[in-house]
């Protein structure tokens, strides 16, 4: 028996978010700098940094248990969506995913953004599209939709660190690619 690189964008993600948490335990202060996207106002558009923290903010987490929380769900969903959309599907998707979370944060929040929930929330809607005939919308899919989204939109009216709206930016980035359907590699 061996064990096998089942799921490689889903598990290098899960390492280099591992690496960039433990460096930033030696080096208060990196993750912030290079991790996170600011908010509205903090972009700076000359800024070669603030252009790679578009996509960077989805590797930094402020602590273990934000790491521990999105990568439990990262790593259950990931391998099932790998196995459908294929490796760089998956990566083409969470990248699209961090840019648009990202781009939208700027615009729209004077907060700065970090970690991988929209991610999560990406995956999790993705997950309800795994297995439906072109021209349908799976009844998962809308349950899922109201379950975790009316969730989140319930949420963002309480006062909390939480990004709601990146959570629910995630989702619709998802279900946009589960309707598209990307082929497997």
Not at 37 to 56: E, I, M, Q
Request: a neutral charge; glycine letters at 12%; one cysteine or more.
């Amino acid at each position: 028996m061996t064990i096998r690189y089942n799921a490689p964008t889903t598990l290098t993600f899960t390492l280099v978010c591992a690496v960039v948490l433990l460096l930033g335990t030696v080096f208060p202060g990196l993750v912030e700098a290079w991790f996170s996207v600011p908010g509205r106002g903090g972009f700076d558009a000359h800024s070669l940094r603030d252009y790679v923290r578009l996509f960077s903010h989805i590797l930094g987490h402020a602590d273990i248990n934000h790491f521990l929380s999105n990568f439990s769900f990262i790593l259950l969903l990931g391998p099932i969506l790998e196995s459908t959309y294929g490796s760089g599907g998956m990566m083409i998707m969470t990248v699209i995913t961090a840019f648009v979370t990202g781009i939208l944060n700027i615009l729209l929040f004077q907060t700065g953004l970090m970690g991988a929930s929209g991610i999560v929330f990406m995956m999790i809607l993705l997950s309800s599209f795994t297995n439906f005939n072109k021209g349908e919308i799976p009844l998962t899919f809308i349950l899922v939709l109201v379950l975790y989204l009316g969730r989140e939109v319930w949420n963002a009216f309480t006062a909390n660190n939480i990004s709601e709206f990146g959570h629910i930016i995630g989702g619709l980035c998802g279900s946009i690619f589960g309707y598209l359907k990307p082929s497997k590699r």
